[in-house]
């Protein structure tokens, strides 16, 4: 005994899943008397002649099916036991040879009919109806191995001629729906064992009935519910559906089917319908037309493959296949039961039998269309089944259906309608603010061609007058030329060169300053001298008196005294030299561009000597070190540091700035943080109100602040706050610059954006702009941009979730005011940073409303720059919310 299995085997390769839906078609009740049905006009639905319905009778057909192989030969030396008449619509059924009975049909088709002429007379009319907003069902009933799968869900995919109802079916549904308006979407379901399965998810295997309590309608909301849109996908779906379908090996079929098949398909279509007028007003103003009311019309098609029917010792069925067999034969027998009911207009109905009937309960009694195709064989052996058969094909003809159409109001098709005539208003609009906008661009454009005619005026006079004034210049000086020859010739070039060499050159103010610095830089290293010979003479003289113990405490103190009053002079000297020697050294930089400028001088200049000051500039500057290099090396780190606590300004400020241009150096930033120079410049930020001070030692922070192990030590230490109290105290847009710059540094590292945040860095980022001085706004706009670009970085590698920081800190008006700066650099950090920022979906909907869809869409349009230009469609590309936005407004990128 073969066991049970998937119908055709296993599926081969890997089966996709399918989209689950939830099924939403409503139906009336059914499976009622045609008096109950009557009576209950408040449930039912607009239809299209009355609130009673169409009454439709269920058609019933009869299909013969021809002698197999086996009955060819067991059946040989008898006659069938059906003759069919089909054009009289009728069978007759032999009891032997001389007696026989009657049966007459809606259609009766022989065992030659082709699937062609099947559909059409069983399954056309069902479809047809369906497709104008009436539920229909085609159901097969017979033995088991009569042509019931074969006649209903053949695929036919080596011959298209022996495809079955559920494939013609769909066929025409799919050829007379609209693709832009209608939807047409699919459940494929079994019930076995009193247990309705999903054909299409084999998981899900209990699947539950449910009933609308005020009007009767049955639904599977459990099934997977899968739109179609051509003819490809469906039959992918009966081949995945039969390949999950239970069938079993018996004696009477290699291949018997061990469940009911149901196959849903829902259809929605849009129609238009007239609104209901009062007769008076259109006597009155019959050129008066209502427009149509868009109507969306719901309706379902079922198609029944149920099992077959056998008989145990017929079949062979033995252990788990005689369970099957059971149910089966109990849910044909309660469908059996419920049609008699219906066919004797019995007061009650017992479809809560089987669940069977509950699946059917619209389509015997109920608003359906129903046809119904018994399928018997010719075997007199099975001459009992045919006869069963017959009989409940002929009871099922009594029974009578109401058919309804379900309207529904369609509010989608409205909106729509006014979305489409908002557009339209809005292009108008847009096109007479065009008009209007040209119209102006003409005026100033007319302005401006005369403003630029008085301005051409204008300099074609100042031309000339400055044309006039050269040449007089030019008289002058030639004039002064030949009297200069004139006195060369008189006194000789010794008197000349004489004269250049006391001073008359254009450099002998800055020789005399650099000469006059190196004597004062003489006198102090001379005095330095012989304050340290000093301080030893008296060290050595205290040792003297401490080893001897004579003198007493008081010559001890002086010295002590002494001493101390050396130290300090020693520092201030110390200070001193450090100052005078930048001071010389900036001297000898602009001394030697002095040099450059005049080195097209002669040689006759008394400037060119080896003993010149321009020599001895070029001695000085060292192997062409900048000054602050060649300070750095000279005077040394802790010192110059020691000076940024002195207590004379002058001094102080100098060295501040002396540390700014040494971290402007990558390589001297580690050297400054290990010997305390942060610690000293966030002391200075802290501390002093000089606004240079501030200025510079902002701007030293901001140079430290490009190295990323400096910026996790400046937010250790409190530099944040710092910099934030200073943007809001400072008025100054060059100290304002620096601090916008340091912050903006910070903005760059991911680590720290949320101390960064609640440390009050993006408020101060944004105070600053109300400097407006364009190097503020830059570099506020490259902090904001830096920001922007970690948060996207975060939410991308799931690190962080929610929108912006920016957005909550309402940076979000700001940035899109200024995505079309004027200014280059502003410009292109705000679109950096509307590009980071659109690249979370969470923020999607905040920047929509905040207008910053439109520069979005300009950036991925007209950006200079390609990268940014591309990012910016790839953005609004790959975002949901807004392709649907876009969509709305018509925009394309």
């Known amino acids: 005994m073969a066991s049970n299995g998937y119908r055709n085997g296993t599926l081969k390769g890997t089966v996709k899943p399918l989209t689950a839906a939830t099924s939403s078609n409503h139906k009336s009740s059914s499976f009622k008397s045609r008096s109950a049905i009557r009576r209950s006009n408040s449930a039912s ?22 002698r197999n192989a086996e009955e060819l030969v067991a059946d040989a030396d008898f006659a069938d036991c059906v003759e069919l008449q089909p054009e009289f ?99 494929y379901l079994q019930l076995y064992m009193e247990t309705i399965q999903d054909l299409l998810d084999p998981a899900n295997d209990n699947i539950s009935i449910v009933e609308d309590p005020k009007t009767g309608d049955v639904s599977v909301p459990g099934a997977t519910l899968v739109d179609i849109r051509d003819e490809h996908t469906f039959l992918e779906l009966l081949r995945l559906g039969e390949a999950h379908r239970i069938a079993a090996n018996t004696k009477l079929n290699t291949e018997s089917s061990r469940s009911h098949a149901i196959l849903m398909v829902h259809v929605k279509r849009s129609v238009l319908g007239a609104d209901d007028a009062n007769p008076s007003e259109m006597d009155k103003s019959s050129h008066f037309v209502k427009p149509p009311k868009p109507l969306v019309r719901k309706s379902k098609l079922v198609l029944v493959d149920l099992a077959g029917s056998e008989r145990v010792h017929k079949s062979g069925s033995e252990g788990h296949m005689l369970e099957e067999a059971k149910s089966i034969n109990l849910s044909l027998s309660a469908l059996g039961k419920c ?37 018997i064989g010719p075997s007199p052996r099975h001459r009992g089944e045919t006869a069963s058969t017959i009989l409940f094909g002929q009871r099922a003809m009594k029974v009578e259906n109401m058919l309804r159409i379900k309207e529904e109001f369609d509010y989608k098709s409205l909106a729509r309608r006014l979305e489409i005539q908002v557009d ?84 002998s103010s800055t020789a005399e300053d650099i000469s006059e610095l190196r004597k004062l830089l003489e006198e102090e290293i001379h005095m330095r001298k012989e304050a340290e010979e000093e301080v030893n003479k008296l060290e050595s003289q205290l040792g003297q008196c401490t080893d001897s113990g ?23 000297l110390e200070e001193e030299m450090i100052i005078l020697r930048s001071q010389m050294l900036q001297l000898t930089f602009e001394a030697d561009q002095m040099r450059r400028c005049l080195g097209r001088g002669g040689s006759g200049n008394a400037y060119t000597g080896p003993d010149s000051p321009m020599s001895q500039v070029r001695d000085s500057l060292n192997g062409h070190k900048t000054p602050v290099a060649a300070l750095f090396e000279q005077v040394g780190l802790q010192k110059i540091l020691a000076l940024l606590e002195s207590e004379d300004a002058n001094v102080r400020i100098h060295a501040v700035k002396v540390v700014a241009n040494l971290a402007a150096e990558e390589a001297n930033q580690e050297k ?62 060059q100290t304002l610059r620096m601090v916008a ?22 408020k101060a980022l944004l105070g600053m702009v109300r400097c407006g001085h364009p190097d503020v706004l830059s570099q506020v706009a490259r902090g904001i941009a ?38 280059a650099p502003i410009r292109r950090h705000i679109e950096l940073a509307l590009c980071h920022l659109a690249q979370h979906e969470v923020n999607a909907k905040d920047l929509i409303n905040g207008g910053a869809l439109w520069e979005l869409v300009r950036i991925s349009r007209d950006c200079s720059r390609e990268d940014i230009r591309s990012l910016a469609r790839r953005t609004l590309n790959s975002s949901p919310v807004f392709r649907a936005e876009m969509r709305r407004l018509r925009i394309e990128l």
């Open 672 to 733: 400054i943080v290990e010997s305390g120079g942060l610690n000293s410049l966030l002391m200075l930020l802290r501390s002093y109100e000089d606004e240079t001070v501030r200025r510079v030692a902002a701007g030293a922070i901001a140079n430290l602040a490009m190295n990323e192990a400096n910026q996790e030590l400046i937010m250790l230490q409190g530099g944040i706050s710092l910099l934030s109290i200073t943007a809001f105290d400072a008025e100054d847009p």
């Open 741 to 762: 710059g340091a912050i903006a540094n910070l903005c760059g590292n991911d680590k720290l954006q949320a101390k960064l945040r609640s440390e009050g860095g993006i």
């Open 89 to 187: 619509k009728r069978l007759k059924l032999r009891k032997n040879n001389w007696d026989s009975e009657t049966y007459e049909f809606d259609e009766v088709l022989t065992e030659f009919a082709s699937q062609k002429r099947v559909y059409e007379v069983v399954a056309k009319p069902v479809v047809e109806s369906v497709l104008d907003g009436y539920n229909g069902t085609v159901m097969a009933y017979g033995q088991t191995g009569t042509g019931k799968t074969f006649t209903l869900g053949r695929l036919g995919e080596e011959d298209t001629s022996a495809r079955g109802i559920m494939v013609r079916s769909m066929e025409e549904i799919l050829a007379t729906v609209s693709p832009e308006t209608d939807s047409v979407s699919v459940s």
């Open 786 to 823: 830096n920001f922007a670009k970690c948060e996207s970085r975060a939410s991308t590698n799931g690190i962080k979730s929610g929108r912006s920081l920016l957005i909550d800190d309402n940076a979000l008006p700001w940035i899109v005011q200024n995505a079309n700066n004027d200014s």
């Open 339 to 375: 049609i008699n009911a219906l066919a004797e207009n019995s007061a009650h109905v017992p479809v809560r039998d089987s669940k069977l009937t509950r699946l059917l309960r619209d389509s015997f009694g109920g608003t359906a269309r129903t046809s119904l195709i018994v399928t």
């Open 550 to 572: 004579a003198g007493g405490g008081a010559e001890i103190l002086k010295l002590q005294k002494a001493l101390e009053d050396e130290a300090r002079q020693k520092k201030k």
């Open 45 to 66: 639905f607009n239809t299209a002649a009355g609130d009673d319905g169409v009454p439709g009778r269920v058609r019933v057909a009869v299909r013969l099916r021809p």
């Open 424 to 507: 339209k208003l809005i292009a108008e609009n847009e096109r007479q603010q065009k008009a209007f906008d040209d119209e102006v661009e003409r005026i100033n454009l007319e302005a401006q061609n005369r403003v630029s005619e008085v301005e051409r005026n204008f300099t074609d006079a100042l031309e000339k007058e400055r044309l006039k004034c050269q040449m007089e210049y030019m008289e002058s000086v030639k004039k002064l030329e030949e009297k200069m020859i004139e006195n060369e010739l008189k006194h000789g070039c010794d008197a000349f060169t004489k004269d250049k060499c006391n001073g008359e050159g254009p450099s």
